[in-house]
């Protein structure tokens, strides 16, 4: 008997992405405008965004371990990668203004369908 309910799955995946997902969008939207170089990339670890963003991202990792603790990396990883996509895409597109495409539509909804095939074999 699995010792996890299924809303303690989902939610455990859920946060992945989550975190995960606005760390990075938190990330880029520091990031927008910044011509790269050693000491812009250094001047951008002590603003706010910089903090924020590598702090959710730093707990998305944490959970991801949690996650692979509990799953088989087969099962898991095309599970979290797909829910980050939907979410990193959804962010970028609402929050980052960023362009989208019916392709991505359709990524999306085939996402949604390999995470229900995946999580029901």
């Given amino acids: 008997m ?3 309910s299924l809303t303690s799955k989902i939610l455990l995946f859920l946060s992945y992405g ?3 997902g606005l760390g990075l969008l938190i990330l880029k939207s520091s990031m927008t ?3 790269l170089t050693f000491k ?3 001047n951008q670890f002590f603003t706010i965004n910089f903090i924020i963003g590598f702090s959710l991202y730093t707990v998305g990792f944490i959970i ?3 996650i692979l603790s509990i799953y ?3 099962r898991a990883f095309p599970i979290a990668m797909s829910i980050f996509f939907i979410i990193s895409t959804a962010g970028s597109i609402i929050v980052l203004h960023e362009s989208f495409s019916y392709v991505h539509i359709i990524g999306a909804i085939l996402c949604l ?3 229900l095939m995946i999580s029901h074999s």
């Fill in 2 to 4: 699995d010792k996890y």
């Fill in 18 to 20: 989550l975190t995960s």
């Fill in 33 to 35: 405008g910044v011509q």
């Fill in 40 to 42: 812009s990339l250094l």
């Fill in 64 to 66: 991801w371990m949690i």
């Fill in 72 to 74: 088989d990396l087969s």
């Fill in 113 to 115: 369908f390999g995470i």
